[in-house]
């Protein structure tokens, strides 16, 4: 099974970028990254997801090298909103290969 | 709107009795998930099912059990040899293809009295 390793806390400041970095380094071939942003008592919320390259869609952006046994999520200008917890997900959704969920990240944004 | 509806939101369970967590997705999506939340902590899975009378344990299934009778249904149930149940759980639900990624629904919080 695909292990993830992330920074436990990061503070940022309102209008900074942010980048959130998660180390997978048995990724299998087939295997996808998969971020997602929770609020406290909410279910988690998808916020992109990526094989190799970069992904970018309105929210934020995925750079992951071309050994994959690592990702960056970035996050252009933040907001005060954007004060959540952040995981990065590894593996195959709906395969007999169980996913595994980080420990996350907490990201506090300051005024 | 198509979701996840996870009921109640809120659920108490004395001493040794067993509770019934709901998980409905209109969806439909193939496979679905249980998470156990504890504060601070990432999520854990209970069990996940990929298609219908057919799931699987994840890493922490003791003194829990699911069915999947219906494809847009995957009811948990914490019984009485869980003792510590007290926690966030959070269903899941996702088209059992690659690169889809799990939606989720808004948890039910669980306490002892």
């Known amino acids: 099974l695909a292990k993830t390793t992330q920074p436990i806390s990061m503070d940022s400041y309102e209008g900074q970028e942010v980048n959130i970095t998660c180390s997978h380094n048995?990724?299998?071939?087939?295997?996808?990254i998969t971020w997602y942003q929770q609020f406290p008592s909410q279910g988690p919320r998808f916020i992109i997801q990526?094989?190799?390259t970069k992904v970018t869609n309105e929210v934020a952006s995925l750079f992951i090298p071309a050994d994959r046994k690592s990702s960056t999520l970035s996050l252009p200008r933040v907001s005060l909103s954007d004060t959540a917890v952040y995981y990065c997900?590894?593996?195959?959704?709906?395969?007999?290969?169980?996913?595994?969920f980080g420990s996350g990240t907490q990201l506090t944004v300051l005024p | 709107d198509g979701g996840i509806t996870q009921s109640p939101k809120y659920l108490f369970r004395k001493e040794g009795q067993n509770v019934t967590l709901s998980c409905e997705q209109n969806?439909?999506?193939?496979?679905m998930y249980w998470y156990r939340q504890d504060p601070g902590q990432g999520l854990r899975l209970i069990y996940y099912?990929?298609?219908?009378?057919?799931?699987q344990k994840g890493d922490i299934a003791e003194g829990y059990s699911v069915s999947r009778e219906k494809k847009e249904s995957f009811p948990l149930t914490v019984t009485s040899a869980q003792k510590n149940p007290t926690a966030f759980y959070l269903c899941?639900?996702?088209?059992?293809?690659?690169?889809?990624?799990?939606?989720f629904g808004d948890g039910t919080r669980l306490s002892i009295l």
């Open positions: 990526g094989y190799k």
């Open positions: 899941a639900s996702t088209l059992a293809r690659a690169g889809q990624p799990q939606h």
């Open positions: 997900l590894v593996g195959v959704s709906g395969s007999a290969r169980q996913l595994t």
């Open positions: 099912s990929q298609i219908v009378n057919d799931f």
């Open positions: 969806l439909n999506h193939d496979a």
């Open positions: 048995n990724i299998a071939t087939n295997d996808y």
